[in-house]
């Protein structure tokens, strides 16, 4: 591998506090938990027997290497370039001579890592969601690849988030354009990564579970680094190696009716293969099983920035967002009211005994657009939601803590199209915006927080972790200095 990914930075400040420095580190604690190594090295193990044959362990299942001719490697996703280098690292020494190890796995263009003899594919701009052409020939490289499986062959297939656009290849009479479109209308329309995934994958020839449909391998393990609230493996990058029978036309004419998508709204070459279809129609498999495996997830990442908070003395508190539909303008909003004193997350954020408090929150809010959206993403409108709440509370006459800390970022590195992984706000910076009569308020209209914090400061900047399970929330309030217990109304 090119780097370690557990040495992030973060946008340096030099008037940084105690709390600022404190909620990167526990932040970065969280991401380097998710890292792609750590998670492939506790999940493929390996033992040798009194043969001397090399055995892997993979769930509960035992496997002998000598039992297959080839491994391949196959994937998709902003982790699964990291997790190829690392399956890669620890397979390669293992296999005897004769024994064959090869694989394509699609990437954004900012994957720095490299696999051997399995080609880390480059296919899309980062920070675009969107499948481009270069996915699409990757994607055709992966298919004849699962095409040619035998039972002599290992097959691995690395699934993380980012692959519903990574692994794309749409069906017989909808363009690649169409498809785009389509994503793009209801990602505006504010959908879940549930939505857009339910409704992604009945476009496509690998999604649902059509990747694996007429595979022959004699064992095929897909390793799936969750980014999907509730680790739904049907759905995390559209789900191409879990077969689901609830993925019908229907099922995605039922998301235009969640998000109030009128039909004539979509190109007409997907209307046209949305159109019902009898039960018999429906693709079923007709390969040999295959077993999916979640090796991480968000509750990993969240778990570890916990621990890393309680290290530095903190009473910490964490949480999953169980609605998938609350947007980050709520999110920030509520997060505002803990740091106030008023939160409704389990427990009160007053400091007890003047000890320190962290709320540890993690999730993935929507964005709903306005008709002409600036630069932004979740993470800075979270923030960005969350400052407007603390400074008009201050025009209420509510008294706020003087020490407290609201951080925001995707574990991923990207928030929406920008280069910043996030926000970061304090007390420093409610001064800051105070004297220089800057007002959140138009920024979040037109959906364009990334510009009020370049030029306000606050981003967070982390470029690729090489990981990516969902956003993490890191919200700190110092046990001294508060100025009383005022709520907002």
């Known amino acids: 591998m090119q780097r370690n990914n557990d040495d992030m930075s973060i946008e340096p400040k030099a008037t940084r506090k105690t709390l600022a ?9 969280g991401v380097a938990a998710v890292q792609p190594r750590r998670l492939i090295e506790r999940a493929v193990q390996f033992s040798s027997d009194a043969a001397h044959d090399v055995n892997l362990l993979l769930g509960t299942e035992w496997l002998k290497l000598d039992d297959y001719q080839r491994f391949v490697v196959v994937g998709a996703g902003k982790a699964s370039g990291a997790m190829a280098a690392a399956l890669v690292e620890l397979l390669q020494p293992r296999l005897s001579l004769g024994q064959e190890l090869l694989g ?7 994957c720095q890592d490299l696999a051997g003899p399995v080609r880390i594919h480059r296919s899309r701009p980062a920070g ?17 690849l699962v095409d040619s499986l035998t039972p002599s062959d290992l097959c691995f297939c690395l699934v993380s988030g980012g692959g519903s656009a990574l692994l794309a290849w749409p069906v017989e009479g909808v363009s690649l354009m169409d498809k785009r479109q389509a994503s793009q209308l209801l990602a505006a329309r504010g959908a879940t990564i549930q939505q857009l995934n339910r409704f992604r994958r009945q476009l496509s020839q690998v999604k649902g579970g059509r990747l694996v449909t007429r595979q022959q391998a004699g064992k095929f393990i897909s390793l799936i680094l969750s980014d999907v609230l509730g680790d739904p493996l049907e759905l995390i990058a559209s789900g191409p190696t879990v077969i689901d029978p609830t993925n019908t036309p229907e099922s995605a004419r039922a998301v235009l009716s969640e998000l109030g998508i009128a039909w004539n709204d979509l190109p007409a070459s997907i209307r046209r293969h949305l159109q019902p279809v009898e039960p018999d129609d429906i693709p079923q498999p007709a390969g040999r099983p295959v077993v999916n495996l979640l090796v991480g997830s968000l509750e990993i990442a969240v778990a570890a920035a916990a621990e890393e908070a309680r290290a530095r003395g903190y009473e910490a508190t964490t949480e999953i967002q169980a609605r998938t539909e609350v947007t980050a303008f709520e999110e920030g909003q509520r997060l505002a009211d803990w740091i106030v004193g008023c939160g409704q997350t389990g427990e009160p954020s007053q400091p007890k005994n003047g000890q320190s408090t962290c709320l540890i929150s993690g999730g993935e809010p929507v964005v709903k657009l306005c008709a002409d959206p600036g630069l932004g993403g979740r993470n800075q409108e979270l923030v960005l939601s969350g400052l407007a709440r603390l400074l008009a509370a201050e025009t209420e006459s509510v008294s706020l803590p003087s020490d407290f800390c609201l951080l925001s970022a995707g574990t991923d590195g990207e928030d929406g199209t920008t280069t910043a992984a996030g926000a970061r706000i304090d007390g420093d910076f409610i001064t800051h915006c105070r004297d220089l009569r800057l007002d959140p308020t138009p920024y979040l209209q037109g959906n364009d927080s990334y510009r009020f914090f370049a030029h306000a400061g606050g981003l967070v900047l982390t470029g690729p ?11 700190l309030r110092g046990g001294q200095g508060t100025k009383g217990e005022n709520q907002l109304n």
């Open 21 to 29: 420095s404190d909620a990167e580190a526990i932040f970065r604690r």
């Open 128 to 144: 675009s969601n969107l499948p481009t052409d270069r996915v699409v020939a990757g994607t055709r490289e992966i298919v004849a």
């Open 465 to 475: 972790t090489g990981t990516n399970v969902g956003d993490l929330r890191v919200v």
């Open 104 to 110: 394509w796995v699609n990437v954004p263009d900012d």
